[in-house]
């Protein structure tokens, strides 16, 4: 294979992966609107949706070994493979999570629709953002844009924390409310999560650009 | 580098990775010890552990880039050294959540101790089991002892359902508990989480012996 062919091969890998983002980030969009409106069929399509996303990360797992195989590649091309199969497995991961929320959003059906205190969609927009700005950096090979993410888990975090708080209280003040209240508490976790797969995937942009680690950028969890 | 050279590199990283996991494995004990007897000093010791799960976390992943970039691997020892990057991710992960129930720990202090109808001890003890056992899987290439972790993550899965309803229940029946179960919810989803990391281990340990991919057994999460 030729230096050039071999380039070629990475930008179809890169190509391959921006196509698995897509998918994540759809099956996201999909399954907080599924919350938003409570409906079922939109559940449906998101738990459809998983197979062709878990087949698609098997696939870029495949190409990135075939591409260390088939060349010596040079260090800046080896950072770029090692980031791409990381955010692989980060992007499934966030179509989990999709998954989970569409699951939740079935099991509140039997339960009618509340007022509660946490603005899942805002939570929801703001980790897909994330999610978002960190392929952005990842296309430009921005490190400084991919730094930006990390303070937006900052403050997913944040909301995720107030929104355990008052929904904590709101569960001792109306028990009754506790099914629908625990519902939108794991939801507001999984965005959570959604966003730490985001900030995985901005560090691993920040490591192949600058050849420097900065993983572990203090996360929380409530 | 000579290929036997390049075997006893191989070598290293994987006796690097298990201390990786010995020191997860330590950190979710030391977490669950701390839930059991309440103990915040215990806490601290999770918390402080975490910089050194990180740093080791970078070590193993810089040799692997070496290692990537020093020789042209044969197709076995390529897997084998994707395998060993998904496992070192997954096991920082495990870390992480050993942090995330210390802070919830931390968290309960300042409320009495009740019973509740969740066994954490016992889901810690299983998930726990579930990270040595995918490990002694990839330390013994064994791909049947891999599968066996899979159908441990399904019992994981049901018993962390059945707190979920439990302690739901319980909030109902008796709101002014709603903090210290809350608390147990969130620390038996850390712990299935933590099912989840070994999950994501044993296939890909399944991977690395018969070239197969596995991943996307069913992944469940109330």
Redesign the interface.
Known sequence: MTRIKFHQSLDELKEKLLVMAGMAEQAIQRAIEAYRVRDASICNLVVRS??SI?RL??EI?QM??DL??ME??M?ID??FI?AV??IN?DLERVG?QAV?IA?RVREMEAFPSVDLPVDIPRLAELAAAMVRKALQSFIEGDAEMAASVLTMDDQVDKMNEAA?YAL?TL???K??L??QA?NA??VA??LERVGDHATNIAEDVIFWVHGK?V??HV????
Chains 1, 2 share one sequence.
């Open positions: 998983e197979p878990n990360e098997r797992d990135a070994l260390l195989a010596q590649p260090a080896l950072r090692l199969i990381h497995a989990d989970n699951v355990f904590s569960i001792r003040e028990p009754e506790t099914p625990l508490l794991i976790r999984n680690d993983r572990h996360r929380s969890d409530v």
